[in-house]
């Protein structure tokens, strides 16, 4: 072999061994495989490495020449997998006549449905109307009570659920992963103990040999090699590292779990992808890459979200459900919402237009219905109110309430200082506040970063339930601070809703009913145990054991995760009121754009102050 041929490739698979973690020459194994070339044939040619490159980055899809050695970027997805090779039709799955009841509640009443191609719908609706159901309706894992369903025969739908690994949680990351292509696992596997058994078993060496053949003939018709290889490297553009690989599902977080189901639906060959909530457990970092690959994917997507920001990124078909009915309305979230207050105001017009239409010919029959000159007359009009098609009067959305904290004292200028503070665990430090920092009476902060950097430590450690590791927090000693956690742990999950309440403030079992109506909470669901509640009532409710204290300073924990539009403006008006101070770890740009003054970035084990939310967004 030529000495600089092969100087060429031995730097070749330097680049890769520190791209792929020293992956290289297994790489190399497969190329060779693949195209039956070895390396160590004297007649290696120039554009036998030339052929390799191509083979790298347009097989693998990985850059020789990229800096970030640990990161592949969203770009470096090869693009066939994103793209929808299926003809263009016009309606892929259509649903006629959909109802369905749980217990006594109609959630669906003659409802249909379509998805075009090229559709990305977002399902705007309140929380218990029935969205993640009819997501298990369309991936057939729920029966209904009536419904006809028209879709074509090669469709094949992902469902991003909310509560995926439940029962997989005892699997490593990598026995996941090698799942995505189990038989093609299954193959490769049987491959080595082949190998090993042509070692000792000569007395079945003809046997083993044909069976080689036979799977090694399945791999290269389906491309076995490279799938095989993919199901664990695609990980790493999805930033986990070699290490991940022998972890347990359930030693990972909600946001890691979300990333590993996209990883999955990218390999596989997807038509239709339904997203659960996929925002809920994202740093916004990771939101935005979700943003950037959802708009990169040329297939069809049905979104429940809550994120009017991510609604605007991604989605110009909106899907809303009201009373039973879905109607749909095309832009996106801010064009919807100007669509709709039209067509209320639409509606309203003609409801009341038809009403005085209706008076008017009942006036006029019931003067003229005993003048035999007006017969006809009479008649005629009687025949066209019984034809005609009433428009009912609009109802009034069910929304929660503006609510309000009332908390009337005053309080100090100064209310929590901070002084060259380490935050995090003992033996584990997780960031530094190097200088002196304070905050004020009528600070608004919302504190940023991503997952696992220390947020919500910086938050228990505020209100003393992790001391810091060095220095202190001082917490000025007139204020009332008040823990709102993103998984309600304030809440006594053995207790109903009305006991959990009645013992706050002296207020008496009617102004406590008063304040849950307030937050669309009635009637008997009032002594309903909270360890029985959905994971939004259960926020409500600690979102009324939050208001009912009337606290100073609010110290809050994701406080947007599970709830629905409705309640989220609610809770950004009510932070836009509140008087005094407010901590707030959130990744919900829509309510922390609106009503914060500061931004604190933790990031690189420093937190960073900013007045600027764009500021702070170009620093993440």
């Known amino acids: 072999m030529d000495k600089i041929l092969q100087q060429e490739l031995t730097e070749i698979l330097k680049k890769l061994d520190t791209i792929t973690d020293n992956y290289g020459k297994k790489l190399l194994d497969i190329f060779c495989n693949d195209f039956l070339w070895s390396p160590k044939k004297k007649h290696l040619t120039k554009d036998d490495l030339e052929l390799f490159k191509i083979y790298i980055q347009d097989e693998l899809w990985l850059t020789l020449d990229q800096k970030d050695t640990k990161k592949y970027s969203l770009q470096n997805i090869p693009e066939y997998l994103l793209m929808n090779s299926t003809p263009p039709v016009g309606s892929i799955y259509t649903i006629k006549w959909l109802s369905k009841s749980i217990w006594d509640t109609q959630l669906f009443n ?66 996941e992963m090698e799942s995505t292509f189990p038989e093609i696992t299954k193959d490769i596997k049987r491959l080595d103990e082949i190998g090993d058994l042509m070692a000792t078993a000569w007395d079945e060496i003809y046997d083993l040999i044909y069976e080689q053949s036979d799977v090694l003939e399945r791999l290269s018709m389906n491309d076995g090699y490279k799938k095989y290889e993919m199901q664990c490297e695609i990980l790493k553009y999805f930033w986990f590292s070699d290490h991940h690989l022998d972890m347990n599902i359930n030693q990972l977080s909600w946001w890691e779990k979300t990333k590993i189901q996209i990883a999955k639906f990218v390999l596989q060959w997807v038509d239709v992808l339904l997203l659960d909530e996929p925002t809920n457990h994202l740093d916004i970092e990771w939101i935005v890459f979700l943003e950037n690959f959802l708009k990169k994917w040329k297939k069809w997507i049905v979104c429940i979200t809550h994120d009017k920001t991510f609604i605007n990124s991604v989605f110009q078909n909106i899907r809303e459900l009201a009373d039973g009915k879905i109607t749909s309305y095309h832009g996106d979230y801010d064009d919807y ?284």
């Open 337 to 620: 919402m100007e669509e709709k207050i039209t067509n209320m105001e639409l509606h309203e017009k003609k409801y009341e237009e038809q009403t005085e239409y209706i008076k008017k010919q009942k006036e006029f029959i019931n003067k003229n219905k005993a003048r035999k000159s007006k017969v006809g007359a009479v008649k005629t009009r009687i025949k066209r109110l019984e034809k005609l098609e009433r428009i009912f009067k609009p109802t009034d959305e069910k929304k929660v309430k503006n609510i309000k904290i009332d908390s009337k004292e005053n309080i100090p200028q100064n209310v929590i200082n901070f002084s060259h503070v380490d935050v995090g665990y003992e033996g584990m430090k997780l960031f530094s506040i190097r200088d002196d920092l304070s905050v004020y009476k009528h600070d608004k902060i919302w504190i940023i970063g991503k997952n696992g950097v220390g947020k919500t430590t910086l938050l228990k450690s505020i209100i003393g339930e992790l001391p810091p590791l060095h220095w202190t927090i001082d917490v000025h000693g007139k204020v009332k601070i008040w823990y709102y956690s993103q998984i309600a742990e304030e809440l006594n999950f053995d207790n109903d809703i009305l006991s959990e309440l009645s013992w706050i403030n002296d207020m008496n079992d009617g102004q406590i009913r008063n304040m849950l109506a307030s937050l669309l909470i009635f009637g008997d669901k009032v002594y309903q145990k909270i360890s029985t509640l959905s994971w939004w009532e259960r926020s409500k409710v600690a979102l009324a054991k939050m208001i009912m204290q009337n606290p100073h300073v609010l110290i809050m924990d994701e406080p947007t995760n599970h709830l629905d539009i409705s309640s989220k403006e609610a809770m950004s008006n009510m932070i836009i009121d509140f008087s005094w101070v407010a901590l707030i770890v959130s990744h919900d740009r829509d309510l922390l754009e609106n009503v914060s003054n500061k931004i604190w970035l933790i990031k690189d084990k420093q937190l960073r102050v900013f007045n600027n939310v764009d500021t702070a967004f170009q620093k993440i």
């Open 110 to 175: 003659d409802v249909n449905i379509t998805i075009n191609y090229n559709d990305k719908i977002a399902l705007i609706w309140s929380n218990g109307t029935g969205k993640t159901t009819l997501f298990r309706l369309f991936a057939g894992m729920d029966d209904v009570d009536q419904w006809e369903i028209l879709k074509c025969k090669w469709l094949k739908i992902w469902y991003l659920s909310q509560d995926f690994y439940r029962r997989d949680e005892l699997l490593s990351l990598r026995e």
